[in-house]
T-cell receptor
Framework: RKEVEQDPGPFNVPEGATVAFNCTYSNSASQSFFWYRQDCRKEPKLLMSVYSSGNEDGRFTAQLNRASQYISLLIRDSKLSDSATYLCVVTFGNNNQGGKLIFGQGTELSVKP | NAGVTQTPKFQVLKTGQSMTLQCAQDMNHEYMSWYRQDPGMGLRLIHYSVGAGITDQGEVPNGYNVSRSTTEDFPLRLLSAAPSQTSVYFC?????????FGSGTRLTVV
């Protein structure tokens, strides 16, 4: 079983749609959780951190359920510019291990006019 | 402040050749790491370093060496390139929870 699993998609949605991505992780010792965005052939960029209390940044809402080892990302009112691959990322390990990033394989989103 | 700089951006190697991918950061980050990205596989950790003089293996270290003589630089060496090492390579550095990635090196081994 992969340490971090995502639905690879692609998700094809019209502008203005609401889309939800799900992610599960296998290591209960995971410490930090993130969503990254990756545009075609470019480097990943941090979209938002994910907390148990949930967090919202404009049209984006992220949730963490530690008991179920589940992370979600909700995008409301999708824009063409939201088209990208969304990477679910967790870290675990002590300070000596540097908090290694473990990536899911990514979920591709395509927003159409 | 240039962030994380990777060179070269593109490289073609013949099987058996060796080369070094360069990574430099000017943010005084202690932690640096190398990932490779293959289609459908996500990013996989090759090697990482928690500070100058300290390196350790990640998930897929075979065929790669690293060293960390300074805080700024973390080069990745391919000892004898193989077609299976064709990939996109990303270097990242972090302080706290904030990871910054370089723009990547696209390597093809023929």
């Amino acid at each position: 079983r992969k340490e971090v699993e995502q639905d690879p998609g692609p998700f094809n949605v019209p502008e203005g749609a609401t889309v939800a991505f799900n992610c599960t992780y296998s290591n209960s010792a995971s410490q930090s959780f993130f969503w990254y965005r990756q545009d075609c052939r470019k480097e990943p960029k941090l979209l938002m951190s994910v907390y148990s209390s949930g967090n919202e940044d404009g049209r984006f809402t992220a949730q963490l359920n530690r008991a179920s080892q589940y992370i979600s990302l909700l995008i409301r009112d999708s824009k063409l510019s939201d088209s990208a691959t969304y990477l679910c990322v967790v870290t675990f390990g002590n300070n000596n291990q540097g908090g290694k990033l473990i990536f899911g394989q990514g979920t591709e989103l395509s927003v159409k006019p | 402040n240039a962030g994380v700089t990777q060179t070269p951006k593109f490289q073609v190697l013949k099987t058996g050749q060796s080369m070094t991918l360069q990574c430099a950061q000017d943010m005084n980050h202690e932690y640096m790491s190398w990932y490779r990205q293959d289609p459908g596989m996500g990013l996989r950790l090759i090697h990482y370093s928690v500070g100058a003089g300290i390196t350790d293996q990640g998930e897929v270290p075979n065929g790669y060496n690293v060293s960390r003589s300074t805080t700024e630089d973390f080069p990745l060496r391919l000892l004898s390139a193989a077609p299976s090492q064709t990939s996109v390579y990303f270097c990242a550095s972090r302080r706290g929870d904030g990871y910054t990635f370089g723009s990547g090196t696209r390597l093809t081994v023929v």
